[in-house]
């Protein structure tokens, strides 16, 4: 396999734009190989599977973000991880890999269907494009490297684990260099190619030893970020001007979800939040929701307390796991209503339980591994897209 890089850096000033080209001439997908000293398993197992479309409501697109399904790791702005596409049903199946020696976990797609992803392995990450069929090698963008003493590869996602797809096709990337890249795509007489299109650099108002966990446009496009050590930000996309604040003594270690409302939502290791833009597109905290952090950090745990993104479960609830012992729960709050108390609904298990749901309580997925459930009023709060009092 031949791989090219042709590879230009300007650093970015106050009067400069910092332009990266990235070509891979196009490379052949290398399967991952299988162990030679497995024994041998049967090709297929089962039968021939018949779609059962489970009805669910229609997520809002964003304005900012490639089509629902296509834009991040979560698959749309509200991070419901659920997909309208078909899958795999067994008929006349074929496998297909590529061996990328990385953690490829963010998938997206452009508007021509190729597959953008950011590959984080031990030399680095690195974002790059592959052909949807085949999965050959279309384009490559080496990113900027973790510095040393920086957390795990494979346990900590800030730099890079995170990313979205925008609406123009470009790649919005948190770095390990304090900033947040911009990558649009390019054509070139190689082929597809990556091209640095905007920075924002947030090295005043980072800790040189934090990373830059994700980052999203809320539905105005004022872009928003976090960090390991929970600061919160907001950067104006036009002007490039920050604005942060931080939850002293808290730590994030996942992405966010944002709604057509204005709301930010954010979970750290000691609590739920909904932010909004204040008047000067600061990061507000409208309403705060602490859950049931643990006293460990679980086998299997990258980072302590929730260990989720937030999910918006249509207009009313947002979802989260807490990390309860002996068992972690799924936690849903809160209730639209200025008039009604907040509801709690814990669901034992990974997955909410299919059946009648407590009176208060919205009906969850039909998937279940547990039947059982408990709705258990908490503090009085405004609602999902509002305020509380005093907060």
């Given amino acids: 396999m031949t791989l090219t890089y042709t590879i230009s850096y300007m650093l970015r000033t106050a009067s400069t734009l910092a332009s990266v080209l990235a070509v891979a001439a196009a490379a052949g997908a290398t399967p991952i190989p299988n162990d030679p000293f497995a024994a041998p398993v049967p090709a297929f197992v089962g039968a021939p599977a018949t779609p059962r479309p489970t009805p669910a409501p229609a997520v809002p697109q964003h304005p900012f973000m490639a089509p629902n399904g296509r834009s991040n790791i979560h698959d749309d702005a509200y991070q419901t991880d659920t997909y309208v596409g078909g ?35 031990l030399e680095g990450p690195r974002l790059a494009m592959f052909d949807p069929v085949t999965l050959d090698l279309l384009a490559v963008l080496p990113l900027p490297p973790r510095s040393a003493g920086g957390g795990g590869v494979f346990s900590d996602f800030s730099g890079g684990g995170y990313f979205y797809l925008d609406d123009q096709d470009r790649a919005v990337i948190p770095t390990n260099s304090h900033q947040i890249w911009v990558v649009g795509e390019t054509t070139t007489a190689l082929g597809p190619a990556f091209e640095l299109v905007r920075v924002y650099d947030l090295a005043t108002v980072v800790e040189p030893t934090e990373g830059i966990i994700s980052c999203l446009p809320d539905w105005s496009g004022l872009l928003w970020f976090v960090t390991v050590n929970a600061l919160v930000g907001t950067v104006d996309p036009d002007s490039g001007a920050v604005q942060t604040m931080r939850l002293a003594g808290e730590a994030i270690g996942n992405s966010f979800a944002v709604d057509e409302t204005g709301g930010v939502f954010i979970v750290s290791d000691h609590a739920l939040y909904r932010f909004a833009a204040g008047a000067m597109r600061e990061p507000v905290v409208t309403w705060r ?69 407590p009176s208060g309580c919205r009906r969850p997925s039909p998937r279940c591994r547990s039947p059982t459930a408990s709705c258990t009023p908490t503090r009085r709060i405004r609602g999902r897209g509002a305020p509380t009092p005093g907060t």
């Fill in 87 to 121: 899958g795999p049903l067994g008929r006349d199946p074929e496998v297909l890999s590529t061996q990328q020696n990385a953690e490829c976990a963010s998938l997206t797609f452009d508007s021509a269907g190729r597959i953008v992803t950011i590959c984080v392995g």
């Fill in 289 to 357: 929701e602490e859950y049931d952090r643990g006293a460990r950090l679980k086998p299997g745990q990258t980072n302590f307390g929730s260990g989720t993104t937030p999910t918006l479960m249509g207009t009313r609830w947002v979802a989260i796991t807490d990390n309860a012992d002996p068992q972690m729960h799924v936690v849903t709050a809160p209730p639209p209503s200025p008039a009604s108390r907040a509801s709690t609904c814990t669901r034992t298990g990974t997955a909410a339980c299919a059946g009648p749901a």
